[in-house]
């Protein structure tokens, strides 16, 4: 190497050492950590807040969220999260109260800003007017699983961007413009998919857990039974036996699951049926064309209008 070439990998290192000391000097890029319990309430602070958030989620969209368990990194998570975002009404009842307890953290515990409970903030499906928690139900505060009702989205967007705002005034004018264009996109897709689903009006459907009823009720789709014999008990033999007779005489259109369900209870009502199973996304991640918000829905719909084809 001669004596240039010497002097300006030289250069080119001090470059770098700049460059390197400057990246470690300035001042962590996200104002706010969240911790999400589920990738759709995720996905919507990232469309709301961008990358003002480090968001991360407890669960993904291929466990079932009435069973996880508060193990210590998510514990870790807890203790250092500025928000914490769940879906409520006891979705969450055997992990998440534990999993704040063990945070020790003050900023997240219900009650203070740093909690958001979305299914607070949207009317609520089947709350059951006499509560059996024997006969194995796991909803008794209503149907939690809100998000499939797009218009429920919007709803907490609003409550989240100013739970943000409140959080992290510096950035609140950010988050406001952030949702408000978040929403208009949104309003404009929900516009879309009510055009696109009007062929699956009165589609009849068995599903496997009681998760569609936020779905169905906003494209009215019929539930014509369910997998579980309850909402958390697994699928019985009796059960699905009851299921096949049912769907002889009055057959449903198609039987659905989600990423997170076991398919065999779905393949064996569909091979003694002949009706359809299909597999829905049901969050963000629970297919591959459902990577955000927008894509959980378009491939929703698809998948259902691929039925009727
Ligand atoms: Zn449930």
Redesign the pocket.
């Known amino acids: 190497m001669n004596k240039e070439n010497a002097m300006n990998a030289m250069k080119r290192l001090v470059g770098i050492l700049v460059l390197m000391a400057v990246g470690s000097s300035l001042p962590a890029q996200a104002a706010l950590k969240v911790l999400a319990c589920e990738p759709e309430w995720a996905a919507l602070v990232q469309e709301l807040a961008g990358d003002k958030v480090s968001v991360y989620s407890a669960t993904t969209a291929l466990q079932d969220v ?1 069973h996880i368990e508060a193990r210590p990194s998510l514990i870790a998570r807890a203790r250092n999260a500025d928000l914490v975002v769940c879906t409520g009404s006891e ?1 969450e009842v055997g992990w998440l109260p534990l999993l704040l307890r063990q945070s020790g953290n003050a900023r997240i515990q219900p009650g203070a800003p740093g909690y958001l409970e979305a299914s607070q903030f949207v009317p609520r499906l089947e709350i059951p007017k006499m509560l059996d928690r024997s006969l194995g139900d ?2 008794p505060a209503g ?3 809100i998000h499939l009702d797009p218009h429920n989205i919007g709803k907490v967007a609003q409550v989240l961007r100013d739970r943000l705002a409140q959080l992290d005034p510096a950035n609140a004018e950010l988050y406001r413009t952030r949702t408000a264009t978040f929403i208009a996109r949104w309003d404009a897709a929900i516009r879309r998919w009510e055009v696109e689903a009007a062929p699956l009006k009165g589609l009849s459907m068995v599903v496997y ?3 569609m009823a936020y779905l169905n009720a906003w494209l009215g789709l019929r539930e014509a039974g369910s997998l579980e014999p309850k ?2 008990v697994p699928p019985t033999t009796a059960h699905l036996a009851d299921l096949v007779a049912r769907m002889q005489t009055a057959p449903a259109k198609v039987i659905v699951y989600t990423a997170y369900n076991n398919p065999k209870a779905a393949e064996f009502l569909s091979s003694r049926t002949r009706i359809p199973a299909v597999m829905l996304p049901y969050t963000v991640g629970g297919s591959d064309a459902a990577k955000d918000l927008f894509g959980l829905f378009d491939d929703t719909l698809a998948r259902l209008l691929a039925v009727l084809k």
């Open positions: 009435h979705l796991i909803h149907n939690p699983h857990h009681k998760n909402p958390g």
